[in-house]
């Protein structure tokens, strides 16, 4: 394993506004590892992935990746970089005029490196690990149920081997026979493939299973982060409250609500 982590976030903050978000993010994500980032509702979860992935520039700090300075690229090179970089939308972000194989294959198609038959078999061989059919494969977006939207994402983050899977809500609105399909999955691409995984997840039970180590972001901070093993005994009010799904404890509605 390398020691310079895959991914090193140093004091990253982002505001809108009045609206400050992100306050210092640090955190550290090794090769190869697994982390899941919980936290409430507009706590800034997917800003911070957004950051990472270079679609949000954040005000201050450092994002490395490799060791390398992401924050600063030029376009050619944040290019090269989002190749290595695999991510499913929270809202999965389809392209509604292309066909599901056609967005599987999105990255293949525009790299050439296969024939379109080529493409076509790979994204179809995905989706079917994905629960899918071959017939769905060759339907759009907008003919397929939300849920099924959500594992046409997911492929399409895996299609093409990335070196980094960055997952929003992999699971949310997927029956639990399909969360564990795509949690085994995520555990394939991390133990098989060797890629370093993200995962915003608010299912806890997923969090643990997937999570080599699992971080918690509140007040636009990382306020906990700690192995899979730790998180039920974190001693960490907010981390608890969060895993055991408590009504009452240090965090208030207002501020889960927003
Ligand atoms: N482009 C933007 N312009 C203005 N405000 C934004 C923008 N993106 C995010 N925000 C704000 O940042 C905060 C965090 O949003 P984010 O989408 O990261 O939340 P989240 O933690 O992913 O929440 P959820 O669990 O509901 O998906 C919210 O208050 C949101 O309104
Ligand atoms: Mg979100």
Same mark, same amino acid.
């Given at each position: 394993m390398n020691d310079i982590p895959k991914i090193k976030l140093e004091g990253v903050t982002k505001s809108f506004g009045d609206n400050h978000v992100l306050k210092g993010v640090d955190l550290e994500i090794n090769d190869r590892e697994s982390m899941v980032l919980i936290g409430a509702s507009a706590s800034g979860k997917t800003l911070l992935l957004k950051c990472i992935v270079g679609l949000v520039k954040p005000d201050s700090g450092s994002i490395q990746i490799d060791g390398v300075e992401t924050t600063d690229l030029s376009p050619k090179d944040r290019e090269t970089l989002m190749h290595r970089m695999g991510m499913l939308f929270q809202q999965s972000a389809l392209f509604d005029s292309q066909l599901n194989w056609e967005n599987v294959a999105f990255q293949l198609l525009q790299d050439h490196e296969l024939s379109r038959e080529e493409a076509k078999e790979l994204a179809v061989e995905k989706l079917i690990s994905v629960g899918l059919t071959a017939h769905a494969a060759d339907l759009l977006p907008a003919e397929i149920s939300g849920g099924m939207q959500k594992r046409v994402g997911f492929a399409r983050s895996i299609? &093409?081997? +990335? %070196? @980094?899977?960055? =997952? $929003? %809500? +992999? #699971?949310?609105? =997927? $029956? +639990? @026979?399909? #969360? &564990?399909? @795509? &949690? $085994? =999955?995520?555990l394939d691409n991390v133990r098989q493939l060797g890629a370093t995984v993200l995962s915003i997840t608010s299912d806890t039970g997923g969090a643990r299973k997937i999570g080599d180590r699992i971080a918690m972001l509140y007040d636009g901070k990382i306020i906990w982060c700690g192995t899979r093993d730790e998180v039920d005994d974190s001693g960490n009010g907010f981390v608890d409250q969060f895993i055991h799904h408590r009504g009452a404890g240090p965090m208030q509605l207002a501020e889960r609500a927003f």
């Open positions: 299609a &093409n081997s +990335p %070196e @980094i899977v960055l =997952l $929003d %809500e +992999p #699971t949310a609105g =997927l $029956d +639990p @026979i399909m #969360t &564990n399909v @795509i &949690n $085994d =999955l995520i």
